[in-house]
């Protein structure tokens, strides 16, 4: 069931034995998990750049060759067409390793607090702040959709 579900059903926002500390924790976690997520989207932006570079750099040696530049052209085809970014590693890789290792365990772990503190909810600091913080019967203040 979805926050805004439970929010409809007049469900509490929280369970009664969570405190205050344990729902901050949870929403600090939360706001951490955001942050990664943010740093996964730059780890492909950084994969897609990276490659897109890399394809760029076909033209270039063609051009250089035009050009008549064959010894830089050369440097450029063997040195970086193709070249690892971290020893070993083409920007997939480590997109990949990033995904199963890291981001995956952040997930697992916050999923796993917010079951055993919260049954599940998510964004419980939030929901009691849009509570404290809306004006009740103003339009665009609506506690759901």
Not at 132 to 143: L, V
Request: hydrophobic content about 35%.
């Amino acid at each position: 069931m979805a926050w805004d579900d439970k929010l409809v059903h007049d469900e509490p926002p929280r369970r009664e034995c969570i405190s205050d500390t344990a729902v901050e924790a949870l929403g600090e976690l939360s706001k951490a998990l955001e942050t990664i997520h943010r740093v996964r989207g730059h780890l492909y932006s950084a994969h897609q750049l990276v490659g897109g570079a890399d394809l760029t750099l076909d033209r270039v040696v063609k051009l250089l060759r035009e050009a008549g530049h064959d010894e830089v052209a050369d440097r450029v085809e063997h040195e970086l067409l193709g070249r690892n970014v971290l020893p070993g590693r083409w920007t997939f890789q480590i997109v990949e390793e990033f995904d199963d290792g890291y981001y995956a365990a952040f997930q697992e772990i916050e999923r796993d607090a917010r079951e055993k503190l919260a049954g599940g909810r998510r964004h419980i600091y939030e929901a009691e702040m849009k509570e404290r913080r809306r004006t009740h019967g103003m339009p665009g203040h609506e506690a759901t959709p």
